[in-house]
């Protein structure tokens, strides 16, 4: 296993290189620059043509596009990570303040959604035809269908301005530092970004489990009297839970992903927030970044699920 865990991440390599390139290029045909946002339109009129290029020679925009981008590279692998050219503000204390409450706002929305997701997909199979089991499947078909703007506006009417039981939105109220303070803000987001998730899991985990159950080896356990609950848990559901592992671990980054929109909906001050705020900008080492963060969780998310899935399960092994 080891040997195939270092080759996995030497592959990681180049192909972050090849996104952040192909990001980078994405960034170069979008019309404008970053000059053209940090100026408001009425103050472009003003500004004569000198100093507008030597503004942009100041930010290195007039540098062609390649060596803008091995310029960003280079300084990116020496732990640089450069200034955000529409505030000027350091990249790594933006992220130092945005990335905790992206991260922590999808684990909650992870362990929400996790164990929500297994349950239900567990009760639906168990009580295959039955009345619970149908009401379970067209729920998850509507929590994958409806998009999870729409349940955050639904949850906001209803929770935050009808019943008042949570606020509307934010992270933490100012002179409240305890987590436990600013723990009423992250409910009703986390498990808005969850819902979808939810569906998901326990969709999987309903299949996986019906087709764990049907194997020869779940009658053997039943033949010899062993109790329908360790049948169920550990004979069926231990097989069961690997494929459910692996839409988890690939749905983490769509599950950070998708806090941009959560995120804008109920104004939580998170990277995905932030993400929005700097492609509008054009602000490129910004965008880079985050870009890069991104790419970097979905190829480490797809290694783990590989030595998770292997763990879990003895009839997998990582040889090749």
């Not at 955050?152 to 019943?163: Q, R, W």
């Not at 559901?237 to 839409?247: D, M, N, Q, S």
């Amino acid at each position: 296993m080891l040997t195939y865990v270092i080759r996995r991440i030497l592959i990681l390599i180049p192909m972050a290189l090849i996104i952040s390139f192909l990001v980078y290029l994405g960034l170069e045909l979008t019309p404008g620059d970053a000059v053209s946002h940090m100026i408001s339109p009425e103050m472009m009129a003003s500004i004569s043509a000198e100093r507008l290029d030597a503004l942009r020679v100041s930010l290195g925009l007039e540098q062609p596009f390649i060596v803008r981008y091995w310029i960003w590279l280079q300084g990116m692998l020496q732990g640089n990570f450069g200034y955000s050219t529409a505030g000027g503000v350091a990249i790594h204390a933006i992220l130092a303040d945005r990335l905790p409450a992206t991260l922590e706002l999808s684990a909650v929305a992870l362990v929400f959604s996790t164990i929500f997701g297994c349950v239900l997909g567990v009760i639906s199979a168990l009580k295959r035809g039955s009345t619970t089991d149908n009401v379970l499947t067209v729920t998850g078909m509507l929590g994958v269908s409806i998009p999870e703007f729409f349940f955050g506006l639904v949850a906001i009417l209803i929770f935050a301005l009808k019943l008042q039981w949570l606020p509307v939105g934010g992270r933490l109220l100012p002179g409240y530092d305890s987590y436990w303070d600013h723990l009423p803000h992250v409910i009703m987001p986390a498990l808005v970004l969850s819902i979808m998730m939810t569906a998901g899991v326990m969709r999987y985990a309903r299949s996986s489990m019906l087709d764990a159950l049907s194997k020869e080896y779940i009658k053997t356990a039943r033949s010899k009297g062993l109790p329908e609950w360790r049948v169920n848990l550990l004979h069926g559901f231990r097989v069961a839970l690997t494929p459910v592992i692996v839409l988890i671990g690939f749905r983490l980054p769509v599950l950070i992903g998708g806090s941009v929109i959560i995120e804008q909906v109920f104004q939580w001050p998170g990277v995905g927030s932030e993400f929005i705020s700097a492609v509008r900008s054009q602000d490129y080492p910004l965008v880079m970044m985050i870009a890069l963060l991104s790419v970097m969780a979905v190829l480490t998310a797809s290694l783990l699920v590989d030595i998770l899935t292997a763990l879990i399960d003895p009839r997998v092994r990582l040889d090749k």
